[in-house]
């Protein structure tokens, strides 16, 4: 099994990033934005470009996230994890079949994509689940379970053996990062306090 010294990088920034994700650290906004810039070329040179376009959203959506995390809360305090709002479903479903739809079309009609439903469905529920992160919701756990078990698949399917082996892992870890951020979100709302902002 064989790799390119920039897939094996990304792989262990997103072991790293994956972690703080577990802790709901405000540092894997850093991991955030080192891992998309190395993507951008693992995947454009793999012809997965809804993943490659995605990754440049990512590195915008880190940047938002950090900013959210450090001075969305009090002056004191970081923002808390909550549940999604409920008016916020029909929005994100919308945004989720419009992203579908779009990308899929880009991907099938001025693209050499052999993927193009399934690059485009973990593109668009990626959009969904990394504004969901940065707001700090619980069930943006659930679009990466999803993400990352297609994502899996895919990559072994275009022979980025390290990259499904992450993605493989992601997906089971984000099982028990739900189950984290849970106990987590249980434990602020118990003692009524919120993480300090480092």
């Known amino acids: 099994m064989e790799g390119n010294p920039l897939e094996i990088i990304g792989t262990l920034v997103g072991l790293i990033y994956l972690w ?5 650290s405000i540092y894997l906004w850093i991991a955030g934005i080192v891992m998309p810039a190395i993507y951008i070329v693992v995947y454009y040179r793999a012809g997965l470009y ?6 440049i959203y990512y590195l915008v959506a880190a940047i938002y996230g950090w900013l959210f995390w ?15 709002p409920p008016r916020c479903y029909l929005p994100l479903t919308i945004v ?7 990308i899929a079309f880009i991907l099938i009609r001025y693209t050499d994509s052999t993927v193009p439903w399934l690059d485009s469905f973990t593109t668009a529920l990626s959009i969904v689940g990394m504004w969901m ?25 275009k022979e980025l053996y390290f990259t499904s082996i992450l993605y493989g892992i992601y997906a089971i870890i984000a099982i028990f990062g739900y ?3 849970r106990k987590l979100m ?5 003692t009524n306090t919120i993480p300090l902002k480092p």
Request: aromatic share 18%; charged share 15%; proline share 3%.
């Open 133 to 157: 992160l940065a707001r700090k919701y619980m069930e943006q756990w659930f679009a990466w379970i999803a993400v990352d078990a297609v994502c899996c698949g895919l990559y072994i399917y």
């Open 96 to 102: 989720f079949v419009a992203a579908l739809l779009a």
């Open 70 to 84: 450090m001075w969305g809360g009090s002056k004191k305090a970081a923002p808390p994890i909550t549940h999604t």
């Open 50 to 55: 809804a993943d490659f376009g995605i990754n």
């Open 20 to 24: 703080l994700e577990y802790r709901a």
């Open 186 to 190: 249980n434990a602020q709302w118990s």
């Open 179 to 181: 189950l984290q951020w």
